[in-house]
């Protein structure tokens, strides 16, 4: 007669005795449908005990035997293992091998391998072989000229040898410090690599310390900064030519830019039309120094500070002036001249002048103690509408007083000359030293007579021609 016992699914047994931490009564057998386990209550343990004829030590013998075949019952094996079922009907089980010393037989192993030392040698997670300072012996392959080491689409970073060398088929190539000793006959793209001789082309590049291309021999140009002697002509990126080293030329068409420093005792500057001339030299944007066909010559001095160009000279004297503008020409009775050149705009864009404009200036300056001080001068100024070829002027005369204080003492125009200060006229004491001091006399000179108290004036250029003027 069959006995029918309490049954259900998985899902029931969980949901109606285990969740809510209900046992089977002792005895008492539950069996699960869809899964065909059985169960016994204990009375303790919530939804029964499952039946499965095979016990935690058995489970144990079995994973030795499949892992260390033999090897079941050796001492330097210990075998872990939980005593309770998981909720997926299994005992956990663990076996410790770091004392183990042998072979493992298995057709398959899956797990991570680890040094004496707890280095990871094999990553199971992450499917890694771990070679990073743990190769201590030759790495042969099994097979000549069989196996590839990286790919084309999976290269190594970068291959670090000592200076050993590297052989490649019957060729070995090594290092001596920062040198590479090539096998003698070697090529370079098919071309034999010939030794390194006085008068022979090389067609390479060439790079610093720091890996920069200093000669690229593709382009032909040199790059960066050079320290040395140079020889051959140099040319900008538009192929205009700025060093002649044939004929020994500096060409600087649209600008020199930077200092020029000569290290002996005459710099000579030419044009490029003439054989000993320069026709101007320019400071900056503030204009230039023409000297047409002439020589500029400055023996002391030349310097410019801010806004000004200064000649400076420490011997004074009258015979040697520190500056002398020369001419000489025997078909011509001109001379040479000093132009003071005044526009309003720019240099390369210049302006009307306006009346009143200053035009330029000769000034003289004196040393107080402290700076130097206004003594004089001679000044130009526009005088009048500008035209074209009209400029008019008048030039002042200007002196310091006692107290430093500058006066106009004479206005010099076109049509009049204006005294700015009282004008005092030569003073002789008699007709006798008058006589003596104007031997020769020329209509219109004025001087003034002590003894008689009065201004006499030439009327006609003779000694019997002076006249009281009042």
């Known amino acids: 007669m069959p006995l029918q016992i309490r049954r259900g699914t998985e899902d029931q047994r969980q949901e109606e005795l285990v969740d809510l931490g209900k046992p089977l009564l002792p005895g008492e057998p ?17 939804g029964g005990v499952l039946v499965t004829g095979f016990n935690a030590n058995d489970a144990l013998v079995s994973a030795a035997n499949g892992l260390v075949a033999g090897n079941a019952f050796n001492p330097n094996i210990s075998f872990l293992f939980g005593l309770t079922q998981q909720s997926n009907n299994r005992i956990e089980a663990r076996i410790d091998l770091a004392s183990y010393n042998g072979e493992i037989g298995a057709d398959a192993f899956r797990g991570s391998v680890l040094a004496a030392d707890s280095s990871t040698l094999v990553n199971y997670l992450t499917a890694a072989i771990n070679l990073d300072g743990t190769i201590k012996g030759d790495v042969i392959p099994f097979g000549n000229a069989t196996w590839d080491l990286g790919e084309a689409g999976n290269r190594f970073k970068k ?48 790079i610093s310390a720091d890996s920069t291309r200093i000669v690229d021999a593709q382009t032909a140009r040199f790059t960066g900064t050079f320290d040395g002697d140079l020889s051959g002509s140099v040319f900008a990126d538009d192929s205009t030519i700025l060093v002649d080293a044939i004929d020994r030329k500096v060409f600087a068409n649209n600008g020199l830019y930077g200092d020029v420093k000569n290290f002996s005792d005459t710099l000579i500057l030419r044009a490029i039309d003439s054989t000993a001339m320069l026709r101007t030299l320019r400071f ?35 015979v040697s002036p520190v500056l002398t503008v020369a001419g000489v020409n025997d078909s011509t009775a001109d001379g040479e001249s000093v132009n003071i050149s005044r526009s309003r705009g720019t240099i390369f864009s210049p302006a009307v002048v ?3 404009d200053n035009l330029g200036n000769f000034t003289f300056t004196g040393f107080d103690g402290t700076s130097y001080a206004f003594a004089g001068g001679i000044r130009a100024y526009v005088n009048g509408v500008v035209s074209s070829g009209i400029i008019p002027t008048r030039v002042e005369h200007t002196v310091a007083d ?50 008689t108290n009065k201004l006499q004036v030439n009327t006609n250029g003779s000694v019997g021609g002076w006249v009281d003027l009042h």
């Open 354 to 356: 306006q009346n009143n």
């Open 159 to 206: 291959l670090y040898l000592s200076d050993n060398g590297i052989s490649i088929g019957m060729a070995d190539i090594t290092a001596s410090g920062l040198t590479v000793n090539l096998p003698a006959n070697s090529t370079v793209g098919g071309v034999p690599i010939a030794a390194i001789a006085p008068g022979v082309d090389y067609q390479v590049n060439i």
């Open 284 to 318: 900056t944007t503030d204009g230039g120094v023409t000297v047409g066909n002439g020589v500029l010559e400055v023996n002391n001095l030349l310097s410019r500070v801010t806004d000004a160009m200064s000649i400076v000279s420490e011997t004074i004297n009258v």
């Open 402 to 451: 006692a107290a430093g204080v500058a006066k106009l003492a004479l206005t010099v125009e076109a049509a009049k000359v204006t005294a700015g200060l009282p004008i005092k006229f030569p003073v002789y004491a008699d007709v006798t030293a008058r006589n003596a001091a104007v031997p020769a006399p020329e209509a219109g000179m004025v001087i003034y007579l002590a003894s």
């Open 30 to 46: 539950l069996y699960v449908t869809d899964d065909q386990r059985l169960y016994i209550g204990d009375g303790v343990t919530p």
